[in-house]
């Protein structure tokens, strides 16, 4: 009977090995797997750094082409903004005195469609 309880108490024993064996399978395994997450996440973010980089690259020279065509518009602007500023003060006494003439030479005629009352 001695036999069959330590033949009992072997398995038991042997069943608890298993599971502590199986229990520290399973905490390496989370360990593994919260390591290869960290990993992942680690060159996905090297990766998305280096696309930005790359990105920011092409934007800046696209747009520094755009910057040179913008202030090049700017400088057009300006100088037809003076072209026409300095027309207007050349032109103004001469159009104020055309202006004036035509109000005060009134000359009152009889429209053509105007009907007398007979």
Same mark, same amino acid.
């Given at each position: 009977?001695? /036999?069959?309880? !330590?033949?009992?108490?072997?398995?038991?024993?042997?069943?608890?090995?298993?599971?502590?064996?199986?229990?520290?399978?399973?905490?390496?395994?989370?360990?593994?797997? &919260?390591?290869? &997450?960290? =990993?992942?996440?680690? =060159? @996905?973010?090297? $990766?998305?750094? !280096?696309?930005?980089?790359?990105?920011?690259?092409? !934007?800046?020279? %696209?747009?520094?082409?755009?910057?040179?065509?913008?202030?090049? @518009? =700017?400088?057009?602007?300006?100088? &037809? @903004?003076? *072209?026409?500023?300095?027309?207007?003060?050349?032109?103004?006494?001469?159009?104020?005195?055309?202006?004036?003439?035509?109000? /005060? *030479? %009134?000359?009152? =005629? @009889?429209?053509?469609? $105007?009907?007398?009352?007979?």
């Amino acid at each position: 009977m001695t /036999s069959q309880s !330590q033949g009992i108490q072997q398995l038991l024993q042997a069943e608890k090995r298993a599971k502590d064996k199986l229990e520290d399978a399973k905490k390496r395994k989370g360990k593994r797997l &919260k390591q290869a &997450k960290e =990993e992942a996440t680690a =060159e @996905i973010d090297h $990766y998305r750094l !280096q696309r930005e980089r790359e990105f920011r690259h092409k !934007q800046s020279n %696209i747009m520094g082409s755009q910057g040179n065509l913008s202030t090049k @518009i =700017e400088e057009q602007t300006t100088e &037809k @903004i003076r *072209d026409i500023t300095s027309s207007f003060h050349k032109h103004m006494e001469n159009m104020l005195k055309q202006l004036l003439n035509m109000t /005060s *030479d %009134i000359k009152p =005629e @009889i429209h053509s469609n $105007y009907r007398g009352t007979v």
